[in-house]
């Protein structure tokens, strides 16, 4: 029961960066209609540019809130100026195949332009295990854990407490309206990939450590965060919580229990058996359009 309890929160503490992850699909979904399956790339771009930050002198904490700064111009103006808004009237599948391209891209422009090779990367938690009621748990664990859910919690506080964030959910709701009530949309949506950036960012700095910084480090954890979201429910932020959380204890259980080889196939296992008896996702609402 001690070793079951064990991976259970060590499943948590990894699910929760696939939460983060999961959350950025959610809300540019619901904000603009647009799937990013860059995701992955998102997290792996501000790991490279902390690294590049620490070369150059910096501490780990000035180069991390250098990292937020330039995901936001990068992955959140740039990526929504330059990708989404001119290939948005031709629809979701143009949006869709060039996130691909795009994701292809940056994974081959970091191992061109800096190493093919994985990067260390310092622990943003001291190196330490406490025993609480008979169980070991790192430092790390718990740290990313807490760290993870602050931001996600914050992420929920701020689209249902403030002003902006209720405008958000508006112009998630329905544009048009959104609109005519004096919204500015085109802000809100880039407030949207904005959050986007800093979430890639959080996570970026919670997974590091742990799988090196590696041009590739992003394909993985972008298709979990993917299945995260639809097992959660893909129109429901608070369902990129449950099914990232779920992904990440089932794979430490599986990995455990079963066998470390089908570690890797838990989340499309789970993403499978949820569309077939809830395909709107675990939290996910039931929407209706016309053909």
């Known amino acids: 029961m001690t070793d079951f309890l064990q991976l259970f929160f060590s499943g948590l503490a990894t699910g929760s960066i696939y939460a983060l992850a999961a959350l950025g699909f959610t809300l ?38 250098a990292s937020i700064v330039g995901s936001v111009l990068v992955q959140g103006w740039l990526f929504k100026h330059l990708v989404v808004d001119p290939l948005f009237k031709f629809g979701m599948m143009p949006i869709v195949v060039a996130t691909i391209g795009l994701s292809i891209t940056m994974r081959n422009a970091v191992r061109a332009g800096y190493s093919a090779e994985p990067q260390p990367f310092p622990y943003l938690f001291p190196d330490e ?23 996600v919690l914050g992420v929920q506080v701020f689209l249902a407490k403030t002003v902006t964030g209720r405008a ?22 880039f407030y949207t990939f904005a959050i986007n950036a800093v979430l890639a960012a959080a996570a970026a700095i919670l997974v590091t450590p742990t799988y090196l910084a590696k041009f590739d480090m992003g394909a993985s954890l972008g298709t979990k965060a993917f299945f995260a979201a639809i097992i959660g429910g893909f129109n429901n932020s608070r369902g990129a919580l449950l099914g990232g959380l779920i992904v990440g204890v089932c794979e430490n259980l599986a990995g455990a229990y079963v066998s470390s080889a089908y570690k890797e196939a838990v989340a499309l296992i789970i993403f499978m058996v949820v569309i077939l008896f809830k395909p709107q996702g675990l939290l996910g609402q039931k929407t209706e359009r016309k053909v």
Not at 181 to 189: A, F, Q, S, T
């Open 28 to 65: 540019l979904w619901q904000a603009s209609g647009t799937i990013n399956f860059a995701q992955g790339e998102f997290v792996m771009l501000p790991a490279f540019m902390m690294i590049l930050g620490m070369a150059a002198g910096l501490p780990l904490w000035l180069a991390f809130i």
């Open 129 to 151: 295990v406490y025993n609480i009621a008979g169980l070991n748990i790192s430092s790390t664990d718990i740290g990313t854990f807490v760290f993870a859910m602050v931001l």
């Open 168 to 189: 958000m959910q508006a112009v998630a709701q329905n544009t048009e309206s959104a609109t005519v009530l004096g919204i500015d949309v085109p802000r809100m949506i």
